[in-house]
């Protein structure tokens, strides 16, 4: 059986290994630190997807969110082949163990965040993507044609022959940190999984895997990498001095807190009124206010910042339910807690930074990576999930359409191979 080798171990990566080792392909997963070190794992909100493809209204509704929220520039196909394949591959994730979150009469509990106009989010409270990575590195380890190789850091892609991409990827040069040694790693597909590069700027969300390395050792192969210009700043993460920034999801948004700005917050408290949203600066940019999508709404407070002078603006949950915020995000509450600040008590500071990049190796329907010179896939090589442009996000990432959209081209890609041989 053909022998595939990935890089990286979030979300789609994952869900790469289990496809292909599920249908015979003998599959090494490589991963810089320990597996689940990863964006995957940080991912709080959810994953946007319809559930019955037959309810054309809400699919519709999701494409129509999406290209609205991409400014125009999303690849539409590939926007509807996304949302339509979304019902099928929540199936697959509940089938590998994956559990969301359900009312107590058993259906899905749905959240709404930012630029969505329904509910339409899964989730595991505030910590969807702790779940997913955890039921996939399971999943993973379980299985019997499956090596994970962890601290193994991949440095370059080799190539068939020498300086001639459209010749093809064999495999990857990769240190094993444990022992310092640098390696060859052959595989008949290379499948680069490596997540996004928010490590490049000094306030981001991302974790420390985050720093781009896919992109990197594409470009250097000869691959087309677009749209770099498009990076997503997450509008709410915590400010708190000498502390990395923190995210505080779009979610809590979804159940009523509002950004408001230091006169703003001075005014709603001083006027008495149960509800701050009518105080909200971000309604000058959207009549949407604190739930317009993330480019606007960062736009807005990194410009009321610029103009206030403070580092920051508030999130207010005040004239919410306290014990429904600390039960519908209990991980957020307890980081919280660790610079004694309390949902439902206290404004939270917070200020946009560095989220997810939306441009990447540009790849085609089933995750080729193209060559910069003739946009022909490149033999042998594939990109999946974040590091990968597929066209879906155009200039700007809808909320919980990235794990969506890394889970169905992972799929696309594996079923690709497979049906290769
Ligand atoms: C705090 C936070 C919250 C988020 N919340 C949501 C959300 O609610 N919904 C949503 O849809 N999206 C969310 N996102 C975005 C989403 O989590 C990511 O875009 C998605 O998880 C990316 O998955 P991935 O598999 O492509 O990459 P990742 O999950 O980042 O995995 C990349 C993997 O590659 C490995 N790697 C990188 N370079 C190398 C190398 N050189 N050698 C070996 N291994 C390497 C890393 O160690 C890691 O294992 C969030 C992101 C963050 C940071």
Not at 292 to 303: C, G, K, L, M, S
Not at 395 to 406: I, Q, T
Request: with cysteine; net charge negative; aromatic share 4%.
């Amino acid at each position: 059986m053909p022998r595939v080798l990935i890089i990286g171990t979030g979300i789609a990566g994952l869900f790469a290994a289990l496809r292909l080792a599920n249908e015979g392909f003998e599959v090494e997963i490589i991963t810089k630190q320990r597996p689940k070190d990863s964006s995957t794992n940080w991912a709080q909100g959810g994953i946007a997807a319809i559930l019955d493809k037959t309810n054309l209204q809400e699919i519709d509704g999701h494409i129509k969110d999406t290209l609205d929220a991409g400014d125009g520039l999303c690849d539409e196909d590939v926007v509807r082949m996304v949302v339509e394949e979304a019902g099928e591959r929540i199936l697959d994730l509940l089938s590998i163990g994956v559990e969301f979150e359900r009312n107590k009469d058993g259906a899905f509990q749905l959240a709404q965040e930012g630029g969505h106009s329904s509910r339409r989010i899964l989730h595991a409270k505030d910590a969807t993507g702790r779940e997913i990575e955890r039921a996939l590195t399971t999943a993973a380890r379980e299985h019997d044609r499956i090596t994970m190789r962890p601290n193994t850091l991949a440095i370059d892609l080799i190539q068939r022959q020498h300086k001639s991409p459209s010749k093809g990827v064999c495999g990857v040069w990769a240190l094993d940190q444990e022992t310092n040694q640098v390696m060859t790693i052959v595989g008949d597909a290379v499948i680069l999984a490596t997540g996004g590069a928010g490590q490049l700027w000094e306030k981001t969300t991302n974790p420390s895997v985050s720093t781009g390395d896919g992109i990197a050792m594409a470009y250097r192969t000869g691959a087309s990498i677009i749209n770099m210009a498009f990076v997503q700043f997450h509008p709410t993460a915590l400010v708190v001095d000498g502390e990395r920034p923190f995210l505080i999801t779009e979610a809590l948004r979804g159940e009523g807190a509002v950004l408001l700005d230091q006169e703003g917050y001075r005014s709603w408290k001083a006027s008495g009124q149960q509800d701050p949203a009518p105080f909200s600066f971000t309604l000058q940019a959207s009549s949407l206010g604190s739930m317009a999508t993330r480019d606007v709404v960062a736009r807005a407070i990194d410009q009321r910042c610029a103009e206030t002078g403070f580092s920051h603006v508030y999130l207010v949950t005040q004239h919410l339910d306290t014990q429904h915020l600390n039960e519908r995000f209990p991980m957020i509450a307890e980081r919280l807690g660790k610079d004694g600040l309390k949902l439902g008590i206290d404004p939270l500071p917070v200020a946009p930074a560095a989220h997810y990049i939306v441009g990447g190796i540009e790849v085609d329907d089933v995750g080729s990576a193209l060559l910069a010179e003739s946009k022909q896939p490149i033999p042998g090589l594939f990109a999946i999930g974040e590091v990968a442009c597929t066209g879906m996000h155009g200039a700007n990432r809808l909320a919980s359409n990235s794990l969506l959209e890394a889970v169905v081209f992972a799929h696309r890609c594996s079923a690709h191979l497979i049906e290769k041989g």
